[in-house]
């Protein structure tokens, strides 16, 4: 197969569409493709937050640091989405880590020529308005589940928006390929590692999911994670 571009890849990008070719192409001129590698980190707290991402393939991780070196994840995003926003919200530095989760696909685009595209495209800012909102509601959701929700509960609540996210929904349920490590989910969820695999493998005993590092199936529907 021919090797993809970069307007391949903003073309196939939800928020996009709708745009007229010629503000594609506006946009192609202005963007710059990266390969990323499992474990790269695109931007550091403090750094300079001049740039939108927009992440086509992979998975990225975005958390913060304390200063004991605990690790709270804020998002983890998946293909479609855009990270960085917060530079066309008028914050000059990051205040979050964004690290590569699974090899992945970014289109980078300074700050500027986004928001002058915006400027020339009600489309897309309503398109941006409207997944900001969204991002900022999952934000809340996952704070929510760990302010208020046990353990065990955090661990399925996480599954479920992990599988309604990424997997693909089949005739006897749902498959995310590939699976993250107990260690990423404990990451995620505020857990133990031990934690998180009791709870795997206690979901696996009562017949709800499969899972290897290859893969997670889900037997039924998202109403199994719902405990």
Known sequence: MAE???????QNFNMLTGMSPSMMEMLENSTSLHRNLKKEIIYFPEEASNTIYFLKQGKIKIYRLSEDGKTTTLQLLGPGEIFGESAILGQDTHDSIAEVVEDAVICAIDKNDFQDLMAKSPSLTHSVNKFIGFRLRKIQAHVEDLVFKNARQRVTSFLHRYVETFGKQMVDGWMVRPFLTHQEIADLTATARQTVNQ????????????????YL?????????DT
């Open 199 to 214: 709870v795997l493998n206690e979901l696996a005993d009562e017949d709800i999911i499969k899972f290897s590092r290859r």
């Open 4 to 10: 993809k571009t970069k307007l391949w890849y903003l």
């Open 217 to 225: 199936q889900l037997k039924g529907d998202l109403k199994q994670l």
